[in-house]
């Protein structure tokens, strides 16, 4: 969809989503846009990347935005969105119409503090690393109640919960550290030269934000994997002590089986012609496993 144009402070801005065949085809006549560049820029496999074709004065941008896959469940990957500075115009393209972008591509339209298609695109960027925030505390408060719940018997539904964390985390904590990678290099680039006070101290602005979400994100990684470590800890522990039972259990159960299977030989044995030779084997059955069980607690087995 090419949404109908707008303007910042006098510069066409040209906003899509999801475009189509048809619609590349009008970026490509109506605007021209080279065909290779729309690919680029809505490639779903993407990374973050400022591009600048000297020859055409054009400037790239390309960087990452949450997706969720379910909310609920804090399912996080990441897409990338784009935005291309052409002839004098502005073009954002949202392919998987991911709504943190949207919302940032609106707020800055809204702020009244952004003069210029520069700031719009500083403070676009802001805001969708912003965005990483209300995720990491999600995942705090679910990382939170995990925690609680390690002295309690757990459930596969929990061990699930703990995997979508770690994977939401790992997509998350990767698109994060290559966003600020790259808004650590943009003061460097084409767009970074000649910069005013005011555009400085957005490039730093954006840059402290997301040196602040790295942090998040770096702290909630560590924590979740210990608890993960914990979980496994527990799970190894309760499995010993699953199978030391059963060893304990089937050795005692071995005992009264090797001497009744004596007795039970059709073949003369001591003490087999008394009266009570049956309670005579029960006794020596007892003996024996009380024998066991003591020399398994003296050596420390049980």
Do not use: C
Not at 22 to 33: H, K, M, P, S, V
Not at 52 to 79: M, V
Not at 187 to 216: C, N, S, W, Y
């Amino acid at each position: 969809m090419i949404k109908p144009e707008k303007t910042i402070n006098g510069t066409k801005w040209i906003e899509t989503i999801q475009i189509n065949a048809e619609e590349r085809a009008t970026l490509e006549d109506q605007y021209g846009i080279d065909e290779d560049i729309i690919e680029y820029v809505t490639d779903n496999d993407e990374s973050t990347n400022y591009v600048y074709d000297i020859n055409e004065d054009d400037q790239l941008f390309i960087f990452l935005a949450p997706y969720a896959l379910d909310k609920d469940a804090l399912r996080y990957i990441t897409q990338p969105f784009g935005m291309l500075l052409h002839k004098g115009v502005l073009f954002t393209f949202n392919q998987s119409h991911i709504p943190e972008v949207n919302t940032a591509l609106s707020s800055a339209l809204d702020n009244p503090a952004v003069k210029s298609v520069d700031a719009f695109i500083l403070e676009t960027l802001f805001t969708v690393v912003d965005s990483f925030i209300p995720i990491s505390r999600g995942i705090t408060k679910k990382r939170n109640y995990l925690d609680k719940i390690l002295n309690r018997k757990t459930k596969n539904s929990d061990l699930v919960s703990l995997s979508y964390l770690q994977q939401t985390l790992t997509f998350l904590s990767s698109a994060v550290q290559t966003n600020l990678s790259e808004l650590d290099r943009l003061p460097k680039t084409h767009f970074g030269v000649g910069a005013d006070q005011d555009k400085i101290d957005l490039f730093e602005d954006v840059q402290i934000e997301g040196e602040q979400v790295q942090r998040m994100f770096e702290i909630e990684t560590q924590v979740v994997d210990r608890i993960d470590h914990t979980f496994n800890s527990l799970a190894n522990n309760n499995l010993n002590d699953t199978m030391k039972f059963l060893t304990i259990w089937s050795l005692t159960m071995a005992v009264p089986t090797i001497i009744t299977g004596f007795y039970g030989m059709n073949v003369k044995l001591p003490l087999a012609g008394m009266q009570y030779a049956w309670m005579l084997t029960l006794g020596i059955s007892v003996a024996l496993i009380v024998a066991m069980l003591i020399m398994l607690k003296v050596w420390r087995k049980m």
